[in-house]
């Protein structure tokens, strides 16, 4: 490799806006600032909602004549 083309890589600060957790990562830039971490989003957190799909599902048996079984 060539010296002095790349980037410099830090060891960085990530800090989630929505619940304040913070771990530390690498990463070519100096701090990150994130809306939603693996601490506070519901995929991980398991308190997904499946709202949206129930009304979906209803409306493809009805435009199709399906029953429900």
């Not at 890589?9 to 690498?26: I, W």
């Amino acid at each position: 490799m060539k010296s002095g083309i790349h980037p410099k890589y830090n060891q960085v600060t990530v800090t989630c806006t929505t619940c304040g957790n913070t771990f530390v990562t690498g990463s070519t830039s100096k701090d990150f600032r994130v809306d939603t971490c693996s601490n506070c989003h519901p995929f991980y957190t398991g308190k997904q909602k499946f709202a949206a799909t129930d009304g979906r599902i209803d409306k493809f048996n009805k435009r199709y004549n399906v029953e429900n079984k």
